[in-house]
């Protein structure tokens, strides 16, 4: 892997999905939302996840939707990221982006993927925190 064109925690997803393929395809703030949450494991953490509730907040209380249909490329990388994901949480979480930037689906998604997603960077940091112990 490159360091700078395909870094590592953005291709070792088990789909083989590379993040930018998805990013690109969602505005700012999802597209950084999604980069944080893809990567958490593998780089940031719990502060990646911090940063991917940030982006999520400001999504939903401030960011224009502009709703497209994807192609069936992209389609096909969505659905094999969603099926790939072991952990159900995050299944739903990118469930729920991907259905509300392309199915122009109610923000309660959002909320949705917030909750979980507080929950499990709490779960992180205090993993971290012991590791540090």
Known sequence: M????HPAHYNNHPSRVEAIDIIENFNFCLGNAFKYIFRYQLKGGSEDLNKALWYL????????????????????KAKSLIHAEGNTELKIVYQNIFSYQFEDAHPKVIWESIEILRKLE????????????
């Open 57 to 76: 907040e400001r999504q939903v209380s401030s960011s224009p939707l502009n709703v497209f249909t994807p192609n069936k490329e992209l389609l096909d």
């Open 2 to 5: 490159n360091a700078v064109n």
């Open 122 to 133: 709490q779960k992180v940091r205090e993993r971290e925190r012991e590791k540090e112990k």
